[in-house]
């Protein structure tokens, strides 16, 4: 038989005519920055304006220059938001941009150790933890080094935790950090060196590597060999950021380090929309870029192209009020539209009513579902709006503050494919371990310590003798992992396979645990169906800790794109995203401004620009809601009367239609005693939805 011959795929050509005419889809500002030469460039600008659509172009002109399109490194807050860039840019210049290198920094670094670790002494087949796992493994620090008798009057894991990665974040002292975030662990300073000594010695041990750490290897190897700088620094010849605003100062130093031969930088971002600086992201960051790149040419934009003039008259005045910032007011040409709704409900079941008659208006008036967002400061808030959503029937996926990974179930499903992935990872040994009936504490220690002195191989645990009472569970562990490590011949589906058969010890251990077990059954399903979608088990850990799913279609593997779907999201996960209809729920003081970040300026300050990213994202309709009064036993209060967000000062309403919802079928009432001329309500149309109707 003759050797089967390979057809290659084509690369999709671009129609002509259809190309890029630079001048008549980008302004003037937008136009020069897309097609500006070598060099480092910025580009800072308020929300709206055209940034990320100019960063498209920009890949476009690069490739069009003749720049391979392999060698443009495209760096963006989410996975998502570089697919959809690049789509973009295919659209402009043909498939040839799909060989553009897109993601987080997270996952470029990830890449890149995955390459040249083994140059750099990091073996092949680390482990990544998530934030979770670096807690738990903080906390094995913590008590081995016998702090844990010291109870409350120590700092936490959490505690240490934080403030280790946000010295690796920043480069601020450890010292520095103690001092300014929590003063009252000042005494115990060299117990953190300590701890994070002994934190840092077990992760190499164990071959782990946390979210930090892909950053800080990857700014290392840049720093440290001139050899590996100017390997990993030669791949690319152009790189891009988007978000800038919201990158810290090592993502600063890994930026240089990468252009160090060429300066081809492109960063844009608004410093007035930096919302993580909880992450260690400082705004000054994108303010210090001329300083870090010599020569940057710095291009401003002022045209918002996304809202309508009451929208922007909003967004514009709530900014205003920030303490400082770079950017300007923005203009826009889209004259006209509806004030912003400002809607005063009795309490978070009418706004639930009210949000979602609103919405269904709208629906019918001819917005699609998937043009339309509610946006709320922290994911829990949406949970009567799930309710009644699901009750009729409407369709929603949801962003941020999704748990599903961070579920223990689930967490716990995947220690069983951690530990035969990487036998030395403590951290999933010791929460497998203590799943198990008869086993505690000293038990699990014990047995963790005897593999560790036989090297972790993996017959260590087999060898390992248990009390009586974890007998059984010590013998079905040992028959389970035998099961999963014989499975090794690659198979399709292997992952599910594998994942079907540590339920076979761990369904009955959760039944055990929970009255109600069915729903967190159903998430196991739901895991085993998104692993059957990789092709090994290292690939599928990996992407789980890197990219935990945004939204619960994420999960499913495909995308809901096609489907007509309400987003309801949080304010953070709504960044850099628009639609036409934006209702922002629970605008209350102590909600949104959140009460924990109000004890500083700067928490202030961050809670305001948060809002504005919010706003920002309407095209037509911005509804903003807030109840009056709230059961608010999270806030540890009985009952409360609550008020209005402090950002929605007087000039800021003085720009929105006030809106209170009457009860039962009463038509809403107006409560402004001098409505503003423009006013466009329509009332008829409110008492049509009965907007507070019980039904
Ligand atoms: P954000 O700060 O929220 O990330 P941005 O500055 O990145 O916003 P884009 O998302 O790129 O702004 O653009 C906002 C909207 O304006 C998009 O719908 C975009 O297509 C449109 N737009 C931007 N520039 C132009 C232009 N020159 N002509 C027509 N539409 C434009
Ligand atoms: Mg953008």
């Not at 844009?268 to 705004?283: E, K």
């Amino acid at each position: 038989m003759s050797e089967a011959i390979i057809y290659p795929a084509r690369d999709r050509t671009v129609e002509p005519g259809q190309t890029r005419d630079f001048a008549a889809e980008l302004n003037a500002e937008q136009a020069k920055a897309a097609t500006h030469g070598d060099g480092p460039l910025l580009i800072i600008a308020g929300a709206g304006t055209g940034k990320t659509r100019t960063l498209v172009y920009r890949v476009a002109h690069l490739i069009d220059r003749g720049v391979p399109a392999d060698r443009i490194l495209l760096l963006t807050f989410t996975r998502r938001a570089a697919q959809e860039m690049l789509a973009r840019a295919e659209r402009l210049v043909g498939g040839n941009s799909r060989r553009v290198h897109g993601g987080t920094f997270h996952a470029t670094a990830h890449r890149l150790l995955r390459k040249y670790g083994p140059s750099a002494g990091l073996s092949k087949d680390f482990t990544i933890m998530d934030q979770g796992d670096s807690t738990d493994l903080m906390q094995l620090s913590r008590a081995q080094l016998g702090y844990a008798s010291m109870g409350k009057r120590f700092p936490k894991k959490e505690t240490l935790q934080y403030v280790y990665s946000r010295h690796i974040n920043t480069g601020f002292s450890v010292e520095d950090i103690v001092r300014d975030d929590y003063g009252q662990f000042v005494e115990y300073l060299e117990d953190f060196t300590k701890i994070f000594a002994d934190y840092t010695k077990r992760k190499q041990e164990r071959n782990l590597v946390d979210y930090d750490d892909l950053l800080l290897f990857w700014a290392l190897m840049l720093e440290a060999s001139p050899e590996l700088r100017d390997r990993i620094g030669g791949l690319y010849d152009h790189v891009l950021v988007d978000e800038y605003q919201d990158t810290n100062t090592l993502q600063a130093r890994i930026l240089k380090g990468m252009c160090v031969r060429h300066s081809n930088i492109t960063v844009v971002g608004d410093d007035a929309q930096s919302i993580y600086s909880f992450r260690g992201a400082n705004f000054r960051n994108i303010l210090d870029f001329p300083k870090q790149f010599a020569g940057a040419t710095t291009v401003t934009l002022e045209q918002n192209y996304r809202s309508t003039k009451p929208i922007l008259d909003v967004t514009n005045t709530l900014i205003s009020r920030a303490a400082e910032r770079f950017t300007k007011n923005l203009r826009t040409e889209r004259e006209g539209g509806e004030q912003p709704w400002l809607v005063c409900a009795r309490d978070e079941q009418q706004q639930t009513r009210f949000v979602v008659d609103r919405i269904l208006e709208l629906h019918e008036e001819g917005t699609p579902l998937r043009e339309i967002a509610v946006l709320f400061r922290a994911g829990y808030m949406s949970a009567d709006l799930e309710i009644e959503l699901t009750n009729r029937k409407i369709p929603f996926e949801k962003w941020g503050g999704l748990k599903f990974l961070e579920a223990a179930h689930v967490k716990d499903v995947l220690a069983f494919l951690r530990i035969i992935e990487n036998p030395r990872d403590e951290v999933s040994w010791y929460r497998l371990l203590l799943l198990l009936p008869g086993i505690g504490d000293a038990t699990a220690r014990a047995a963790i310590d005897s593999m560790a002195s036989a090297a972790w191989q993996s017959g260590a645990f087999g060898r390992f003798s248990p009390p009586p009472r974890a007998r059984a569970a010590h013998g079905a562990l040992v028959s389970l992992l035998e099961t999963l490590r014989s499975g090794q011949t690659p198979e399709d589906a292997q992952v599910a396979l594998e994942i079907a058969n540590v339920r076979r010890l761990y369904d009955d251990i959760l039944r055990e645990r929970y009255d109600k077990p069915e729903p967190r059954l159903a998430d196991l399903d739901q895991l085993q169906v998104i692993a059957a979608g990789y092709p090994d088990r290292a690939t599928f850990l990996s992407a789980l800790a890197l990219e935990p799913p945004q939204a619960s279609q994420d999960l499913a593997g495909g995308s809901k794109e096609d489907e007509d779907c309400l987003v309801l999201s949080t304010a953070h996960s709504s960044k850099g995203k628009e639609w036409d209809a934006v209702f922002l729920i629970w605008a209350v003081d102590g909600w949104f401004p959140s009460a924990r970040c109000l004890n500083s300026d700067e928490g202030t300050e961050e809670e305001r620009r948060l809002m504005y990213v919010a706003l920002t994202r309407a095209r037509n309709h911005l509804l903003v809601t807030y109840p009056l009064n709230a059961y608010s036993t999270r806030r540890s209060s009985d009952y409360s009367l609550d008020q209005l967000s402090r950002f929605m000062d007087k000039g800021v309403r003085d720009k929105m239609q006030r809106v209170a919802l009457g009860s039962g079928d009463s038509p809403a009432v107006n409560v402004d005693t001098a409505p503003p001329a423009a006013q466009v309500l329509d009332l008829r149309a409110l008492l049509r939805s009965k907007f507070g109707a019980t039904s």
